[in-house]
């Protein structure tokens, strides 16, 4: 550029053109910025940002009752009975209290050590965030006697705080109705709020949660609801968690106390899995990306139980060394800390950075876990012997792994040889699709844009992991063919079981299935592999799941397709007057009945597919979901599938 442009261009960039974004515009200029996305995932963040106010209210120990209210318009209300939001006039802003929390970012009691010794709200932006986002907000306060009310249309107050009556209540109630032109999607998922208020409801023990949807009434005209209530905290959490699993000690181990002013909680049980399942949470925030609490964790965890196996003399004909992994196999292990100051980094910011928490951790469990191997040998000796367990395995399942690590080095001559590569080489541009059988993956070979599109047919039903011990899985042809086609690795420490994605080939991992049972099965079984052995996968947002469709629909010409039940009938309706036997209707039972072009257009071509992100919304749940679906125990399976077959698609 000339450097008379410049000097042109300088003179007409001045004061003028730097916009000021006052209150809370900023959120409704950038609302992901500030709730991560407006999909279904920011539309839900919205309730739990006001739970998380009433939630700091109950860890105040001012309120140990909270209801939440799905309404008919898709609205929602939360209710507490803690102090209530203080009305009387804010000096500094010269407008009442409620007015100044409702309408300005980062304003509240939380940010005044007095009023809250630790906050769950503290990661979020507070009510006014969700005052901004919503087409109508209105408060009530229930206080001293008085309900006080004001009304909020997309953050901005229609009058001052009024006094509307009177009341023996007290606590805070806030109803909003998300803004339409904010969120794609506006409609609120019951299971989705339950999940969240029983996670609540765990993480503090003594507080009721109560969730009513009145969308949906039942047979006795009541509406749909369920009530969140736990004694024990975290003893029932590993309850809830394992209740598939078999336990190999008749208790779960509770370590609780309080070191350099940090409350901790933890509860572990071991079972007869395969599996490390660890979920860490600092002040009700769920970090699936660990952080120094968890680490404490599993330092201390490792050190004790360590010190207490070589005292014991259990590992003395071990004729190799036991490494951290060891001791967590089987393990689901909760860790629960509140944190005055929390510092959050990582790439979701769900990562806890405070160094004094990991030391914290580290002495409780030492100190605690000592008492109990003391104090209970006989659950000692079970937990040691699993841990040997662990090793003999882990050692079998070494060479298993090097076996897929030296298979995936090779270059484009190792790769399976099923796999119909696609021409790009730039994997930010590439996706890779697992297909259920040599038939569907004919289709699919033929079908597909070679150019970005890769096909690896699996045979038959990938090995279920959930009951395979770790080097079964990396014997297995078909989980070896996926991880070599990928370019991914497994950690190659000891002590590592990260998966390595420096070399991924395809940033979108789409597992294609038949779209009848069978085929959700399938993709079940290639999800739970997913979940406990390339989670990182997930986590980035490269796997998702492709959706053909159930039938077509023809009519002289015109041909239409159905991806469920209620679409056929109202294409009946439609193309042939209610009458069926005018049309050809075609049920598709597999994928390989279309042919390559109807696949193409039904559910490759990314201008007209569906493709379902596969998101881990809580870690804890999935996890209890997994081992449900997959492991050995049937009735709560079976009543799963009874519960949810009629409307959900249980590998969505």
């Not at 503090?204 to 009434?217: P, Q, S, T, W, Y």
Request: charged content about 25%.
């Amino acid at each position: 550029m000339a450097d008379e442009e410049v000097v042109k261009n300088q003179a007409n960039y001045s004061a003028d053109n730097i916009t000021v974004l006052e209150g809370l515009e900023a959120v409704r200029m950038r609302p992901a910025m500030y709730i991560g996305d407006v999909n279904e995932r920011g539309l839900h963040h919205l309730v739990y940002e006001v739970v998380d106010n009433s939630i700091d209210e109950a860890l105040a120990g001012y309120c140990n009752k909270i209801n939440v209210t799905i309404y008919e318009d898709n609205s929602i209300s939360v209710e507490d009975n803690g102090r209530g939001i203080p009305v009387d006039m804010h000096e500094k802003e010269k407008r009442s209290a409620l007015e100044v929390v409702m309408t300005v970012l980062h304003a509240g009691g939380k940010f005044d050590k007095g009023s809250y010794k630790v906050s769950g709200g503290l990661h979020g932006v507070g009510v006014s965030c969700v005052n901004a986002l919503s087409d109508h907000l209105d408060v009530e306060v229930y206080r001293n006697g008085t309900i006080y009310r004001q009304e909020y249309e997309r953050g901005k107050p229609l009058y001052a705080v009024k006094e509307v009556g009177t009341t023996e209540k007290r606590g805070t109630r806030v109803h909003f109705h998300p803004d339409a032109t904010i969120f794609s999607v506006s409609e609120y998922k019951f299971d989705t709020l339950a999940s969240r208020l029983r996670e609540l409801a765990f993480l503090n023990k003594g507080i009721e949660l109560n969730l009513e949807d009145r969308r949906v009434v039942n047979e006795d005209g009541s509406f749909l609801s369920v009530h969140f209530y736990s004694e024990n905290g975290l003893k029932d959490f590993i309850s809830y968690l394992d209740e598939t699993r078999e336990k190999i000690m008749p208790d779960p181990i509770c370590i609780e106390g309080e070191k350099q002013n940090i409350p901790i909680e933890i509860a572990m049980q071991y079972n007869t899995s395969f599996s490390e399942n660890l979920h860490s949470y600092v002040n009700n925030i769920n970090t699936h990306e660990g952080g120094t609490h968890l680490a404490g964790f599993r330092r201390g965890l490792t050190r004790t139980l360590k010190a207490y196996a070589d005292k014991s003399g259990m590992l003395a004909k071990l004729k190799f060394d036991i490494t951290g992994d060891d001791f967590r196999e089987g393990l689901t292990a909760i860790i629960s800390v509140k944190v005055a100051e929390p510092q959050f980094e990582g790439q979701t910011k769900t990562k806890l950075g405070n160094t004094e928490v990991m030391g914290a951790v580290d002495v409780i469990v030492s100190e605690l876990l000592t008492n109990y191997l003391e104090e209970n040998p006989k659950e000692a000796k079970m937990i040691v012997d699993k841990v040997i367990l662990a090793a003999q395995a882990r050692h079998a399942a070494r060479k298993a792994r090097e076996m897929v690590q030296r298979q995936t080095a090779f270059s484009g001559g190792g790769l399976p040889g099923k796999l119909a590569d696609c021409s790009d080489k730039d994997p930010s541009m590439c996706e890779i699709y697992l297909v259920e059988g040599d038939s569907a993956g004919g289709s699919a070979k033929s079908g597909r844009d070679r150019r970005f599109q890769a096909i690896l047919p699996l045979r038959g039903k990938i090995l279920n992991v959930e009951k395979a011990m770790q080097h079964r899985a990396f014997e297995s042809e078909e989980i070896k063919n996926i991880y070599t086609a990928l370019g991914v690795s497994i950690g190659t420490s000891d002590d590592s079981k990260a998966l390595n994605m420096e070399k991924l080939r395809y940033h979108k991992v789409i597992i294609m299935t038949d779209a009848d049972v069978d085929g959700s099965h399938i993709a079940t079984l290639i999800l739970t592999f997913f979940f406990r052995y390339m989670r990182e996968l997930i986590e980035g947002g490269y796997v998702y799941i492709a959706t053909p469709p159930l039938y077509q629909v023809k009519k002289g010409k015109r041909e239409e397709y159905c991806w469920n039940e209620e679409q056929r009938l109202a294409l009946i309706d439609e193309m042939g007057g209610g009458k069926e036997s005018s049309l050809t209707i075609q049920r598709y039972k597999g994928l390989g009945e279309m042919n390559p072009q109807q696949l193409w257009d039904t559910t490759m071509n990314p201008d007209t597919r569906t493709l379902r992100q596969v998101q881990i919304e809580n870690a804890a749940e999935a996890d209890r979901i997994f081992s449900m679906l997959m492991g050995d125990d049937v009735p709560p399976r079976r009543e799963f599938i009874e519960q949810n077959a009629t409307y959900a698609n249980i590998d969505a």
